[in-house]
């Protein structure tokens, strides 16, 4: 992988690992907030019903309340917690702690409900302890009220382990978590990854090819620019005689041709790969498009003495009659152009299965085996020489096969050298889809 590719994918394995962290760690604090908040809300209802039953102790003692006994026997019974008694006008009788007894308590939350409800609860600071308490008071058979209460601080020290529990529990979970984020990261990133490696090695594939491209078309281009500008600086510069300027400007005139050309097959080759549109119903008669190719190059055929000739039966198939055409015209002039002289070239059609058959073959020089897989490749030629002074762009091969795989056909090549080259075009027939070749 390059360097840039391993650090995105590094990245991204930090990112997911801590999104999933974060997320574990956000589960965390809240499960155990509340968690802690039951916790300890059960601790303070255990110590609400402690004091209850303390409460329905003392008063089972006797019909009447004795303060100095039931004070010695809270006192014995729950040291660590305080009575107090008050009369029904709030006057207190008696305390476990020292008091003021003069204070008057009737003003008291939980005195004032134990007198309406029998029963009452309040938590506050206290201002004789200094601390939170929990105060839970109940109205005697007598009529007077007990009141008993603790601080909160002994139920939040017996809440303290279940905090330090629950820490521990949270930092198991938050390292087993990022174990497993880790691995969980490194397997979500890692299709990402080698998504990544594919895209990096497509494109750097395809800046291949562009530079390539470029090289190519801009040497394509040098050199008829090159003679163009060769004649032009001669007749400017007065070196060609009068009588010999028009075979300069008809020189000018064949590179000129020439660039018009490559310009076109540049263009439709760029057409065929970035529109690449097909039309549906589209179909054309195979033989018909051959027969027309035919008469058109009959001639050129003829100067190199080639013999043309053509043979099948009519075949519909599913592609524009221009683009059949462009196949056609680039495969026979191709066969016509590297032949020999009192050589053939035969072309035929057929159909086959739902498929159109087109075949070219020739008696010509043949295709070496190193390069009959490339000579599909945009600007490849075999005899770069005898291409360009034949007036070749290198593009026409390039345009066949980008037309076939556009319409869902294919293209294979058989050849051997100086014996000829036969060349297989399968297209589907109109009327049916592509199929398995």
Known sequence: MTRAVLEDGRRLRRRLTAAIIATVAVALLISNTVGLYLYREREVAAARQNLVELLNLM???????????????????????????????????????????????ADRPEVVAAMEDGWGEATRHSETTGQTMLYVAKIFTDGNVGRVSMPLSSVNALVVPGILGFLAAAAAALILSWLLARRVAGQTAK??????????????????????????VTHELKTPLTSIKGFVEMMASGLVRPEDQKGCITMISVEVDRLISLIDDILQLSELEVVGATRPGEQTDVMAVVRDVAEFL?????????????????????????RLREVVLNLVENAVKYNRPGGTVTVGASCQEGWCILTVADTGIGIPEDSQGRVFERFYRVDKGRSRAQGGTGLGLAIVKHIVALYGGSITLTSTLGEGTTIVVKLPAAGSGPEET
């Open 59 to 105: 008063d089972a003692q006797s019909y009447y309340t004795d303060a100095e006994e039931l004070l010695g026997q809270f006192h014995t019974a729950a040291p660590d917690k305080r009575l107090t008694l008050i009369t029904a006008e709030g006057q207190v009788l008696g305390d476990t702690d020292v008091e003021d007894l003069e204070t008057n308590h």
């Open 298 to 322: 009959q001639p050129a055929a003829a100067k190199v003495q080639v013999e043309l000739t053509t043979g099948g039966l009519p075949c519909q198939a599913a592609i524009s009659a221009g």
């Open 191 to 216: 299709p990402v990854e080698e998504a990544q490696e594919a895209v990096a090695q497509v494109d750097e594939t395809l800046q291949s090819a562009r530079s390539e491209f470029t090289a190519n």
